[in-house]
């Protein structure tokens, strides 16, 4: 069991620039997180969803972020037109649905 | 006032002392809370998981859950070198009191424990 995996470690975009982070859930995980870590900042809670379907997005900025979990493949992050306040660490975590979460090693997105 | 407070430290101690971290919560509806340690650069690692108030020990960890103070901890036994990491409290379950919420959580606190 390989854990969750995340893609890619480290991304550079300039700005304007679309980033797409992607989440492999550890097997038999069938929930997805996605979490923002800034410098100096705690994680924060940002989209939550299973296959197909979006469960909650509270945490989401309205404009430019959006992610998805398909019937095949891994979870992605996609953030449009990106700007520096966007550069964080991006943090993936899956749970079979009870207990503990499981996280992946980040993507740290910079933009220039 | 913050949903989840905790000290950021740093928390400086000596190898072989019992370490202490607190965190301190306002919502009353959390249900269940974690333990994560983060060390430079990686992702969280699950340390503790408890679901009501009380104590659970695993090794040389001890979580303990207040929920009518809304205070939580973690205990370090026999402190190491390598347990020098940032330690981040976490919480969820109140949205739907189920065991799949988004968590919340504290900023962390930076522990170094001297050789």
């Known amino acids: 069991n390989a854990g969750v995996m995340q893609n890619p470690r480290h991304l550079v975009r300039r700005r304007g620039q679309e980033a797409r982070l992607r989440c492999s859930p550890m097997?038999?995980?069938?929930?997805v997180y996605w979490y923002r870590q800034l410098p100096e900042e705690g994680l924060k809670f940002m989209v939550y969803?299973?296959?197909?379907?979006?469960?909650?997005e509270s945490g989401m900025p309205k404009e430019r972020f959006s992610a998805e979990f398909p019937k095949e493949g891994p979870s992605i992050l996609r953030i449009q037109q990106v700007v520096r306040g966007d550069s964080a660490a991006y943090f993936c975590?899956?749970?079979?649905?009870?207990?503990?979460?499981?996280f992946g090693s980040g993507t740290r997105l910079t933009v220039v | 006032q913050k949903e989840v407070e905790q000290d950021p430290g740093p928390l400086s101690v000596p190898e072989g002392a019992i370490v202490s971290l607190n965190c301190t919560y306002s919502n009353s509806a959390f249900q269940y809370f974690m333990w994560y340690r983060q060390y430079s650069r990686k992702g969280p690692e699950l340390l503790m998981y408890?679901?009501?108030?009380g104590n659970k020990e695993d090794g040389r960890f001890t979580a303990q859950v207040d929920k009518s103070s809304k205070y939580i901890s973690l205990f370090i036994r026999d402190s190491q070198p390598s347990d020098s990491a940032t330690y981040l409290c976490?919480?969820?379950?109140?949205?739907?009191?189920?065991?799949?919420?988004?968590?919340?959580f504290g900023k962390g606190t930076h522990l170094i424990i001297q050789p």
């Open positions: 408890t679901y009501s108030s």
């Open positions: 969803l299973q296959k197909e379907n979006i469960i909650d």
């Open positions: 975590a899956s749970s079979p649905g009870q207990g503990g979460y499981t």
């Open positions: 097997k038999g995980h069938s929930h």
């Open positions: 976490a919480m969820g379950g109140e949205k739907t009191g189920g065991g799949a919420d988004g968590l919340t």
